[in-house]
């Protein structure tokens, strides 16, 4: 039911921030989707989108996030040992 | 597609298994709060790839599994009426009633339409002027901005032949109230990141420190839900209680601010029953004294509080996390998704049709 489906703007029309649409795509198909709740959302922006309702623009920088705290962890891993202690 | 596809990469789930591992030296009981997050996990056997003793135990978070039977009577009824057109979310058409359910009352000539957003509902509304649409509105904080604009947009058009019957439920008192129950055994959550894309996570602060529970906001990927199981248990073994951001891509501290403003406007906090739970305080949205117009039940008559009608169905205990849906006698048996007993094997999010769908076979076998 909370699922939200990742997708990319392609274009953007409307001037009145509450009817505002975008056309976003998810891996090839296009929907037409509000950004009533996303005004700061662009054309190439990548939206998490919910019951037809932009929700978030996903911010790009600390989705890779998650592959840093990884290679972190195999540092860490590499420099204590299998069983090293954590460090934090 | 990307953005979902890298966080399923298996090479950097093993990592993740692998630091959980080396993280934990003793056995701890986590929450996942989500509908969500149970199917990911249960579809890409996440708790399978846990040390043994960490237990993933699955939460209420499933909007159409805690919608009380009254509601959906209410529901059958309205629809039921000449000259209206009830629009639902699909998951909600096969939801048992006291008697029956929407797809039954659909069968029977009732128009009721599955729409994909509530602003389809207006759409109809608009296209039948003479006949009384009504938007049955379930969901959680992620789906109350989007349900609350359908409102609205009606107001501001002046569409009078639009309403909603709003069975919205709230997230964080039900974690309040699990985390008060007597029997508690739930020592960290893993919080619903699409509930706090849009309201943020302040308020889970004070919880935190109050119950001294970890509770971590965690995405839906096997990645996400790795990561959040590995940030939980180190604050667990290091003896901290703090809320941390797991979904970063997508939850701000602060939420989605537009959506609360309108959430704000339309709606106002109420109590509210939970199937299988029972009532928690200021637990739900109804409709606000502005747009009370809009509120079907002002309409069309309240809903009747009724019981729950008596079942070997243990969907309560599942939603609270006590049982697994493996332990009830009737899993796979008497209850299936074809014929199902309760709301936890009816919704596609539901605990038990997620085990019925991804681990029948070897059940069944073993």
Same mark, same amino acid.
């Given at each position: 039911?909370?699922?939200?489906?990742?997708?990319? @703007?392609?274009?953007?029309?409307?001037?009145?921030?509450?009817?505002? @649409?975008?056309?976003?795509? *998810?891996?090839?198909?296009?929907?037409?989707?509000?950004?009533?709740?996303?005004?700061?959302?662009?054309?190439?922006?990548?939206?998490?989108?919910? @019951?037809? *309702?932009?929700?978030? @623009?996903?911010?790009?920088?600390?989705?890779?996030?998650? *592959?840093?705290?990884?290679?972190?962890?195999?540092?860490?891993?590499?420099?204590?040992?299998?069983?090293?202690?954590?460090?934090? | 597609?990307?953005?979902?596809?890298?966080?399923?990469?298996?090479?950097?789930?093993?990592?993740?298994?692998?630091?959980?591992?080396?993280?934990?030296?003793?056995?701890?009981?986590?929450?996942?709060?989500?509908?969500?997050?149970?199917?990911? %996990? /249960?579809?890409?056997?996440?708790?399978?790839?846990?040390?043994?003793?960490?237990?993933?135990?699955?939460?209420?978070?499933?909007?159409?599994?805690?919608?009380?039977?009254?509601?959906?009577?209410?529901?059958?009824?309205?629809?039921?009426?000449?000259?209206?057109?009830?629009?639902?979310?699909?998951?909600?058409?096969?939801?048992?009633?006291?008697?029956?359910?929407?797809?039954?009352?659909?069968?029977?000539?009732?128009?009721?339409?599955?729409?994909?957003?509530?602003?389809?509902?207006?759409? /109809?509304?608009?296209?039948?002027?003479?006949?009384?649409?009504?938007?049955?509105?379930?969901?959680?904080?992620?789906?109350?901005?989007?349900?609350?604009?359908?409102?609205?947009?009606?107001?501001?058009?002046?569409?009078?032949?639009?309403?909603?019957?709003?069975?919205?439920?709230?997230?964080?008192?039900?974690?309040?109230? %699990?985390?008060?129950?007597?029997?508690?055994? /739930?020592?960290?959550?893993?919080?619903?990141?699409?509930?706090?894309? %849009?309201?943020?996570?302040?308020?889970?602060?004070?919880? +935190?420190?109050?119950?001294? !529970?970890? /509770?971590?906001?965690?995405?839906?990927?096997?990645?996400?839900?790795?990561?959040?199981?590995?940030?939980? %248990?180190?604050?667990?073994?290091?003896?901290?209680?703090?809320?941390?951001?797991?979904?970063?891509?997508?939850?701000?501290?602060?939420?989605?601010?537009?959506?609360?403003?309108?959430?704000?406007?339309?709606?106002? !906090?109420?109590?509210?029953?939970?199937?299988?739970?029972?009532?928690?305080?200021?637990?739900?949205?109804?409709?606000?004294?502005?747009?009370?117009?809009?509120?079907?039940? +002002?309409?069309?008559?309240? !809903?009747?509080?009724?019981?729950?009608?008596?079942?070997?169905?243990?969907?309560?205990?599942?939603?609270?996390?006590?049982?697994?849906?493996?332990?009830?006698?009737?899993?796979?048996?008497?209850?299936?998704?074809?014929?199902?007993?309760?709301?936890?094997?009816?919704?596609?999010?539901?605990?038990?049709?997620?085990?019925?769908?991804?681990?029948?076979?070897?059940?069944?076998?073993?």
């Amino acid at each position: 039911m909370c699922l939200a489906v990742p997708g990319r @703007v392609l274009t953007i029309s409307g001037d009145d921030p509450i009817m505002r @649409v975008a056309r976003v795509d *998810f891996g090839g198909i296009v929907k037409e989707i509000s950004l009533a709740y996303t005004p700061e959302a662009a054309v190439g922006s990548y939206v998490l989108v919910h @019951v037809g *309702f932009s929700i978030t @623009v996903i911010d790009e920088a600390e989705a890779e996030r998650v *592959f840093e705290y990884l290679a972190e962890i195999s540092d860490i891993e590499e420099e204590l040992g299998v069983r090293g202690e954590r460090t934090t | 597609m990307r953005f979902r596809d890298e966080y399923r990469d298996p090479e950097a789930v093993q990592k993740l298994v692998g630091a959980i591992a080396r993280a934990t030296t003793r056995p701890w009981t986590l929450m996942e709060v989500c509908g969500g997050q149970t199917h990911a %996990i /249960i579809r890409y056997g996440i708790d399978e790839l846990l040390p043994a003793g960490v237990t993933l135990v699955h939460g209420p978070g499933c909007p159409v599994c805690v919608t009380p039977v009254d509601h959906v009577d209410k529901a059958i009824e309205i629809a039921g009426r000449p000259d209206t057109i009830l629009c639902s979310f699909g998951d909600m058409l096969r939801v048992p009633g006291t008697n029956g359910d929407l797809l039954g009352a659909k069968a029977r000539g009732a128009d009721i339409r599955i729409v994909y957003s509530p602003l389809d509902a207006l759409v /109809i509304a608009r296209a039948n002027p003479s006949r009384e649409v009504i938007f049955y509105a379930v969901g959680f904080e992620t789906t109350a901005p989007a349900n609350a604009m359908a409102v609205y947009q009606a107001k501001r058009e002046g569409l009078r032949n639009f309403s909603m019957l709003a069975s919205h439920v709230l997230v964080p008192p039900a974690m309040r109230a %699990i985390l008060s129950a007597p029997r508690n055994r /739930i020592q960290a959550f893993l919080a619903a990141g699409h509930v706090c894309t %849009i309201m943020g996570f302040e308020e889970y602060e004070p919880m +935190a420190a109050e119950f001294h !529970v970890p /509770i971590v906001i965690t995405g839906f990927e096997p990645l996400d839900i790795l990561e959040g199981v590995h940030l939980a %248990i180190r604050q667990l073994e290091e003896g901290r209680a703090e809320v941390e951001n797991q979904y970063r891509r997508s939850v701000r501290r602060l939420g989605n601010e537009p959506a609360q403003e309108i959430m704000r406007q339309v709606f106002r !906090v109420v109590k509210r029953r939970w199937r299988g739970i029972g009532e928690i305080a200021e637990s739900g949205l109804g409709l606000a004294e502005d747009y009370r117009g809009f509120d079907a039940e +002002a309409r069309f008559g309240a !809903v009747v509080p009724r019981e729950e009608p008596a079942s070997e169905c243990i969907s309560g205990l599942v939603l609270c996390g006590d049982r697994k849906p493996t332990q009830c006698p009737a899993f796979g048996t008497r209850c299936t998704p074809d014929h199902p007993l309760g709301v936890t094997m009816v919704s596609t999010e539901g605990a038990c049709a997620a085990y019925h769908r991804y681990r029948g076979v070897a059940l069944a076998a073993g």
